[in-house]
């Protein structure tokens, strides 16, 4: 359990019990009035309305537990007074023998294994944390209840409980082999077990879920997964998941056991796979959770777990694996160079572009980029400014400032060498674009600069099949005058300049670590 989560799914929950049909304030979507004559609407509420958001089920070990409970008012739009003088009860006596409570909050006081925590104002927090450790002779297993009841001066009052259980069950997951030399169009199989090191067997709903970027299709065979893509507009296949639920009842997995996938997954290698990233997890659901996942449902017979036979393969240090599908393909990224009179009078707009000409698409791993611009200027000519924006949708990338032969900086003008990372990755056909804006000196004589695409720190092999076209070379005029006309598309003012920058302190070229950690659509 997150000890730090918030009351909004409580909140959220009220809004919609408040709006939902016959509730006061609620409104009729779809009605035809002239069918039926109008109800009579109910009366609004004369006080708030308690809601207690905690936990319906905790394990518990010898170890402190941490946990939370918090409760809400809502009045459905009435404005009626403001609740005062919350009072919440934390009822234990019913872990005697099980477990211990612990609550560590000046607003509350004990007795026995009961708590009083009270809110004197309306301004203190609605939500108490506390502590649970099982008792050193409970057998795993073992379980009461604790009983939670609020009251409060000018609103309802609201009851809830929480399950206690000693014991934790912990699921560890098997390592999945990486795939290299893959055949594009190959189907390729994805086999998985699951090790329980906790003291108990697994009590709750387990969610598997993998999710994959790079071009890989998971087959849509299994009634209980549901299967998704991604929300990439220029490549929507290649982001996607597979989310598996399993009951309580046919996929418990007794504490020390080894299981299984009745049925391993399997996949297609896209056309455009280079190197395929999969990150998989496994997780016990809370008792209404709704783990969520793709809007496809299998259609064929349920996955299930089943007691595993042989060695394996090995086991992760916890509920997280990965492994990658490198495919025998390529992606030709080449460098393109374009330079034009900037508004600014003496100044140029350069534009820069990684384009990749397929035939696979090229994404980087864990925010690392898979390819990068080396730029470096002529002489006489420095930087003045860059037009990397910080809405998702820009489509200008980041530059880095180039301070050695493996070292860069945060963005600074007035150099000549610079670095741009294309952030996450260029599919096929697509391109990556950098703006910088330049400024030549008096004396500058038309010298070529030269832009080149080497690969990122992601590691990825691009196989790149051309190597002619890495690099470009430009050069620009004698310092141009203002122009009397503005310019048309996306070249920015010098007034709407967004200078781009990292955290203070020199990185390693060889790790470039991008500020905007959300996936940048490519142009």
């Not at 089920?57 to 403001?82: C, E, S």
């Not at 860059?386 to 949708?393: F, I, L, P, R």
């Not at 203070?504 to 070229?509: I, K, M, P, R």
Request: proline letters at 8%; glycine letters at 12%; hydrophobic letters at 40%.
């Amino acid at each position: 359990m997150n000890p730090k989560r918030t009351v909004f799914g409580a909140v959220l929950a009220a809004v919609v019990l408040a709006l939902a049909p016959g509730a006061p304030g609620a409104v009729a979507v779809g009605h035809d009035a002239s069918a039926a004559p109008s109800p009579t609407p109910s009366p609004l509420p004369t006080q708030a309305h308690a809601t207690i958001n905690a936990e319906e089920q905790i394990n518990v070990g010898p170890g402190a537990q941490p946990a939370i409970v918090d409760w809400m008012f809502w009045d459905g739009g009435a404005q009626v007074p403001v609740p005062t003088n919350d009072s919440l009860v934390i009822d234990a006596r019913d872990l005697a023998g099980i477990a211990s409570v612990t609550v560590d909050d000046p607003r509350c006081t004990g007795d026995g294994r009961v708590f009083r925590c009270v809110n004197k104002g309306a301004s203190q927090s609605r939500s108490v944390e506390f502590a649970l450790r099982a008792d050193a002779d409970a057998a795993p297993g073992a379980g009461g209840t604790i009983r939670y009841t609020l009251t409060a001066d000018r609103a309802t009052g609201a009851t809830a409980r929480a399950e206690v259980v000693v014991g934790i069950p912990k699921l560890d997951v098997g390592k999945v082999p990486d795939v290299t030399h893959a055949r594009i169009g190959s189907r390729i199989t994805v086999p998985l077990r699951l090790r329980n090191t906790g003291d108990l067997a697994t009590d709750r709903r387990i969610m598997l879920r993998w999710e994959s970027e790079g071009g890989l299709v998971f087959d849509r065979k299994f009634s209980n997964c549901a299967y998704g893509e991604g929300d990439e507009p220029l490549e929507p296949g290649a982001r996607t998941s597979v989310t598996c639920v399993f009951p309580v009842s046919s996929g418990s997995v007794p504490a020390g056991g080894t299981v299984e996938l009745s049925s391993p997954l399997t996949v297609t290698v896209g056309e455009r796979v280079l190197t395929a990233v999969t990150d998989y997890e496994v997780r016990l659901l809370e008792p209404r959770e709704q783990p969520g996942g793709g809007s496809h449902q299998g259609t064929g017979p349920a996955l299930t777990l089943i007691r595993a036979s042989g060695g394996g393969g090995g086991f992760e240090h916890g509920a997280e694996g990965r492994f990658t599908v490198a495919a025998d393909n390529s992606a030709d990224l080449a460098a393109g160079a374009t330079t034009k009179p900037a508004r600014r009078a003496g100044e140029w707009l350069l534009d820069i572009n990684a384009v990749n000409h397929g035939p696979a698409s090229a994404y980087g791993i864990d925010d690392k980029s898979v390819a990068v611009v080396d730029v470096v200027l002529p002489k006489g000519v420095v930087v003045s400014g860059t037009a990397h924006m910080e809405e998702e949708d820009g489509p200008y990338g980041p530059c880095l400032l180039r301070v050695g032969s493996t070292t860069t900086a945060p963005f600074k003008t007035g150099h000549r060498h610079y670095v741009c990372s294309v952030p996450f990755g260029v599919a096929a056909g697509k391109s990556q674009l950098f703006e910088l804006w330049v400024k030549p000196a008096k004396g500058y004589d038309g010298a070529k600069g030269r832009a080149t695409v080497r690969p990122g720190p992601a590691g990825i092999p691009l196989h790149d099949p051309d190597a002619s076209n890495d690099s470009v070379t430009f050069a620009f005029g004698a310092p141009a005058a203002r122009p009397a006309a503005a310019p048309s598309g996306d070249s920015p003012t010098a007034a709407g300049r967004t200078l781009f920058a990292v955290a203070a302190g020199a990185v390693l070229f060889g790790a470039v670590v991008l500020v905007v950690r959300r996936r940048r659509r490519t142009r």
